[in-house]
């Protein structure tokens, strides 16, 4: 795909459900026909970076641009292609590519604020800074904990490739006598999952089309 050229869009297309799909599978059908709301919160893959955006990846049929300005106001490195970030989604711009902001979330700046994050449980941001014994140490401003299980990734294979990353986490040990963090992203990633589900069930209605896919086929009402 030249990433750099305006493209033709696809027509929708009705489509009908197959048999056995999951609700999963129908999710991601949801989510991909009503995911061009203004305001949506995404999390993107950098695709490539020119002289003024940065494309993303944001799982729709065209990349999302974000200026590349506004990366610097916030960030010290430079984007590279491959990088997880979180973004705001907007309308589409000139040509056809979605308009992306970068997604604000507070992180604490000092013992105060994770005292008040904590107690509120509010949804701070860190960088995951390196892979250590059983799981992660995160920058919160103070050094903090993730344990692999909280980290919201499935496979041990890619538990490496967090390192580096902008996550969105929620303080569940807080000791400020011992210095002692501990934060979890799982229960966010959870949390936006369930969101997700319940604005699907809430749109469902009688009549309506979704695709689906084939899982299995079994037989039923035959004697054996």
Known sequence: MNHLKSESFATSE?????ENASFAELLSSFERQHGESAGETLQGVIVSVSPEAILVDIGRKMEGALPLSVWREQHEEEPK?????????GGRDEEGYFRLSLLRIERPKD???LQRAFVERQIIAGAV?????????????????M?????????????PNLVGEEIQCRITKLDVDKEDVVVDRRVVLEEEQARRKEEAFNSLAEGAVLTGRVRNVM????GL
């Open 14 to 18: 009705t489509v009908v459900p197959e």
């Open 81 to 89: 292609p491959g990088d997880s970030i979180v973004v705001t989604a």
């Open 111 to 113: 013992w105060s604020g």
């Open 129 to 145: 800074v390196e892979q250590v014994k059983g799981g992660f140490r995160v920058n919160l401003g103070v050094p903090a904990f």
């Open 147 to 159: 344990p692999a299980s909280r980290s919201g990734v499935r496979n041990a294979e890619e538990l």
């Open 219 to 222: 037989d039923f009402g035959r």
